[in-house]
């Protein structure tokens, strides 16, 4: 296997590291601050569009994710023929034309028409980004860098929900695309004022059929990167599945839903130390031994956790304790693995990073709404379908991790 070499681009105007974190932080957050700022939107979106069967509202979550992995299988591709920071543009232009359709709609169609429209806009800077980071890094030191951008990135989950609180207070559930809006704009300037581009002319792939096909031909073929896959497909799965079903948890299962916002922010904050953990002990364990603990860990978390649900072994008083600390748990393993999995992933085909990128985040995420959507339409005023996907899926990853190699 041909190890590859760390390639550094020497850009017009380079970025200083902590600008180009937060920058980075910034465009991976569309993703996250599109789901996140939309789960205090749910109950009044189910009241108003779909009062006879209010699960379907969660649907508005996956669309959103399913747009997202369609979107990523083009992203990368393009970023491969035209340059990163073109990309990203495009990409932004579709998010806010979706955007701007979603606050139109007046029926449960027309927006979960526009969410899947806003996934395909916000695949760009979430794939292309991570491509940008590949033009300049390799191997564990993009583990590292991808760890401390995820470090800046937990802030913006965690202070979406209360942002959208706030917007749905002024404007209602319509409000909370205005800020979707303003996000957008501020990140597509950003980029386009600051970063010089990563990916010179010499250095592109022509968006023609043939090469296309060699290289997708190339990532579908190699079982590290196929493995690497697998196991994210699990990781989203699980935790899209919990996303889908938070606010109801939250909510009427635990009676917090009022203080939701707040509890959200605070289990963010308290996973976000799996990614300080990462950047700080990945180049000495390596990607491949942190991501398999990881697993391990929510497996026997998971396991516990469903033996007290399905017993009813906890006292009242500490019910709400258990489930939100199995929270915390699930987003600390997201922030501990995904970074180090996607980085495996890209380890040996960074002259197709753009392209490998798409394959890797198109598959693994629109799986993974296959796992969560049943997840969230089971939920049955209990954590225990989502606690046991959990443990599936986790148990699953761990068995899977000892057929990766760093």
């Known amino acids: 296997m041909i190890q590859e070499t760390r390639f ?108 899947f429209a806003q996934g395909l806009g916000a695949a760009a800077p979430r794939i292309v980004g991570l ?11 993009m583990a590292r860098i991808t760890s401390f951008v995820m470090m800046v990135f937990i802030m913006i989950p965690a202070l979406a929900p ?34 010089a581009e990563t990916l010179p002319p010499e250095r592109r792939r022509p968006l023609r059929a043939g090469p296309l096909k060699a290289a997708a031909r190339e990532v579908l073929s190699s079982p590290h990167v196929m493995m690497c896959t697998l196991i994210l497909t699990l990781g989203f799965g699980q935790m899209f599945g919990l996303l889908s ?28 130390s799996g990614t300080i953990l990462n950047a700080t002990f990945v180049t000495r364990f390596g990607m491949r031994r942190i991501a398999k603990w990881a697993y391990i860990m929510q497996t026997f978390v998971s396991g516990a956790m469903l033996v007290l649900l399905a017993g009813n072994l906890l006292p009242a008083g500490l019910q709400f ?24 992933a890209l380890q040996y085909v960074g002259h197709i990073a753009g392209m490998a990128a798409s394959i890797v985040a198109a598959i693994s995420t629109v799986a993974a709404t296959l796992i969560a959507a049943p997840v969230g339409l089971l939920y049955d005023g209990t954590a225990v379908p989502v606690v046991a996907a959990t443990l599936i899926c986790s148990g699953l990853a761990w068995f899977l991790m000892r057929f990766l190699y760093d």
């Not at 501990?336 to 996607?342: P, R, S, W, Y």
């Open 245 to 272: 079903s938070a606010q109801q948890l939250f909510g009427e299962a635990y009676g917090k839903g009022d203080a939701f916002p707040a509890w959200f922010a605070a289990m963010a904050l308290l996973s976000g």
């Open 131 to 141: 491509a940008l980071v590949r033009d300049l890094y390799a191997g564990r030191e």
């Open 8 to 115: 550094q681009q020497a850009p017009l105007r380079r970025l200083p590291m902590p600008e180009f974190i937060a920058m980075l932080a910034f465009l991976f957050a569309t993703v996250a601050f599109s789901i996140d700022a939309m789960l205090p939107a749910l109950p009044q979106i189910a009241r108003d569009l779909t009062p006879d069967n209010q699960n379907r509202a969660q649907l508005i979550l996956t669309a959103f994710v399913a747009g997202m992995g369609t979107g990523t299988l083009f992203a990368g591709p393009i970023s491969d023929a035209i340059g990163r920071k073109r990309a990203i543009t495009i990409g932004f232009g579709v998010y806010i034309l979706a955007t701007l359709a979603a606050i139109m709609s007046n029926s449960i169609e027309m927006l979960l028409a526009a969410r």
């Open 321 to 344: 304790p258990a489930f939100f600390l199995w929270c915390v748990s699930v987003f600390f393993m997201a922030g501990v693995t995904f970074g180090n999995l996607n980085a495996l």
């Open 162 to 195: 209360s942002i959208g609180a706030g917007m749905i207070r002024l404007a209602g559930w319509h409000g909370v695309f205005g800020g979707f809006l303003i996000f957008a704009l501020i990140g597509c300037t950003w980029l386009n004022l600051r970063q």
